[in-house]
């Protein structure tokens, strides 16, 4: 209640979850919303200097209009700010951060900026810490649930699983516990259909009984394949360029890397007969107690070679800073630990191979190029995959889906509800669907959790994170007055239940921002449900709009409104254009013939 008065005779801004703990206890009438109101716009006029020049000199287009200005001058506890498409939302975001730094005097150590992608994150991070150079915590959602693992479970090492790793253990799994057991192959064959098509390859499945090992029935793959190739060369080349110019490129030795070059580099050490590790961890902490995983260890002479690739051309200016930063470090590192070591730095155009070979002369690391036949064979090799990959991918979309659920320590239970709510003829097919994806889960998470090092994958990220955020013991470990969250209509019920678990512990408050007309990741676990009901979950919170679009015609967001607007859970808005087009649309046919 002092809180209260205190703020009501100083003419203050009150929000809604602290009026909704005292309004009861009021002995005089009060009208929240019209107090507010006057309120906002008093500090509107106040600082309207400020805001009007906030971007000179950083971006001069930009302008904030009086919904962005109110809702950031909005002191609540708990808000959701509705931005239609193209209405301004990251800069409504980062000028959130400025004012919060600039006016309310608040530590940017002591607030986070979050997003859902690595990508929406860059570009925060780009116009709040290196353009405003305000050095707060700008993170993707689940770097930030990391950053709480490593603390909660020092002193082991955690690191995220990856898709290589991810691979390798169902792999194992296959090898293991399904093809010794020609019974259990046949049972996955009569009771999985996967998008209508068999959970095998035809080969797999016409020749998998005339082998007693995994291994053997791929040699005779092997045998078979190279018996039927005349033109290995070009084969090779078909496949490498195949594994190369992809959205995530591969290796020959199938590894998942983060860029072309990376892929180059390491195909020209295999092809060379050099062995490597692709980001195998470092055996010292890197600074701050991080691990550290460099790009690739050669193995040679019974020692450790470490090579890192700068690519720098790859960055634009934005980035530039916060890459060249990461890149001394590693250079100092390696430097303080007079390790070996191979720098790739690589400018627009300069030939990365060149680059390679001159590292690898520096420590008399020679060139044994591999026969075509070999490499062909190891391309051959990599197929094992090929084999059972429908499977494979089904069984991590069930763990995927059962981790990420509300429902994930009652998984059993409602699996089984499941399963008697369906026909009679239909449950023994399930019942045997379930006892392999279960045997599978616990294969899994025996894996990353029964070593010394533990592997996390990303829904386990969260829920770890959230489940055990009581357990770090460093007082000083994160500690924000300000939770700014981006994308809000993706967030999904772990992700929820994080952002919740921070801001209970933190006493910190919540800006989210989001537009429900965007949601686009339910495939990934993401429930619209959190925008609709945003003060369900957190009560006490108000709910901001900003409706001036500049990146659209008016009768764009007409047409396209009423659309959506004819599922009535979108929440409601009218979006304003000072843009006009008379036709917005161009309707083009297609042959459905071709």
């Not at 590790?277 to 995983?293: G, L, T, V």
Request: charge should be neutral.
């Amino acid at each position: 209640m002092n809180e209260f008065l205190e703020k009501y005779r100083n003419q203050k801004y009150i929000s809604h979850f602290l009026y909704e703990q005292v309004k009861e206890k009021l002995n005089f009438p009060f009208d929240l919303e019209t107090y507010n109101e006057n309120i906002l716009n008093k500090e509107y006029y106040i600082y309207k200097d400020y805001f009007e020049n906030m971007f000179k000199g950083i971006d001069d287009n930009i302008i904030l209009d009086d919904e962005q200005i109110k809702s950031i001058l909005a002191d609540e506890d708990y808000s959701l700010i509705i931005a239609g498409a193209g209405a301004g939302k990251t800069t409504t975001m980062v000028a959130k951060v400025k004012f919060l730094v600039d006016i309310k005097k608040v530590n940017p150590q002591k607030i986070v900026v979050m997003s859902y992608t690595r990508k929406a994150t860059e570009e925060l991070e780009k116009r709040i810490v290196i353009d405003f150079n305000i050095p707060v915590k700008v993170t993707t959602i689940h770097a930030l649930g990391y950053s709480y693992i490593k603390e909660i479970f020092a002193p082991h090492k955690c690191y995220i699983v990856s898709e290589n790793e991810k691979k390798d253990i169902f792999f194992s799994y296959f090898q293991e516990r399904i093809f010794p057991f020609k019974n259990k192959v046949k049972q996955i064959i009569d009771n999985f259909k996967i998008n209508h098509q068999e959970p095998f390859s035809k080969y797999f499945m016409n020749y998998y009984q005339t082998t007693n090992s995994f291994k053997d029935f791929f040699q005779k793959y092997k045998d078979d394949m190279l018996n039927e190739t005349n033109d290995i060369e070009e084969r090779i080349q078909d496949i490498i360029s195949s594994y190369i110019y992809r959205d995530n490129p591969i290796t020959i030795n199938q590894e998942f890397v983060k860029s072309q070059k990376e892929a180059i580099i390491a195909n020209f050490l295999y092809i060379n007969n050099i062995p490597y590790s692709y980001e195998k961890i470092y055996p010292e902490f890197f600074e701050e107690h991080k691990i550290y995983k460099p790009d690739f260890t050669i193995h040679y002479g019974g020692e450790d070679i470490y090579l890192e690739y700068f690519g720098i051309s790859e960055y634009d200016d934005g980035e530039m800073k916060r890459y060249q930063k990461i890149k001394n470090l590693k250079l100092n590192y390696h430097q303080k630990h007079h390790t070996k070591f191979i720098a790739i730095d690589t400018v627009r155009n300069e030939d990365v191979i060149a680059s390679l070979k001159e590292g690898l002369l520096k420590y008399n690391i020679p060139l044994k190029p591999k026969t075509s036949r070999e490499i062909y064979e190891k391309l051959l090799e990599n197929n094992p995959r090929y084999h059972f990959f429908r499977l494979e991918a089904f069984f991590y979309h069930c763990i995927e889906s059962i981790k990420s659920s509300p429902n994930r320590q009652q998984y059993k239970r409602k699996i089984d509800e499941y399963i008697q709510s369906r026909p009679l003829n239909e449950r023994p097919e399930l019942i045997i669907q379930f006892s392999y994806i279960e045997d599978f889960y616990f294969y899994y998470q025996s894996k990353l959790y029964g070593g010394t090092n533990y592997g996390f994958d990303f829904s386990d990220l969260i829920y770890y994170a959230s489940m055990y955020i009581d357990h770090v013991h460093n007082n000083n470990f994160l500690l924000f007055e300000h939770i700014i969250i981006d994308e809000y209509q993706d967030i999904s019920y772990m992700r929820y239940e994080f952002m919740h678990q921070i801001a209970k512990q933190n006493k910190a408050k919540i800006t989210a921002v989001g537009d429900d007309w965007q949601s686009i990741f339910s495939f990934a676990g993401s429930n619209i449900e959190y925008i609709y009901n945003f003060q369900k979950y957190f009560k006490g919170a108000k709910l901001l709009s900003i409706t001036n679009t500049y990146r659209n015609s008016q009768e764009l967001i007409n047409a396209t409104g009423n659309f959506i607007m004819k599922n009535n859970n979108q929440i409601k808005k009218t979006l304003h254009s000072n843009k006009f087009l008379k036709t917005p649309f161009k309707f083009v046919l297609y042959d459905d013939e071709i």
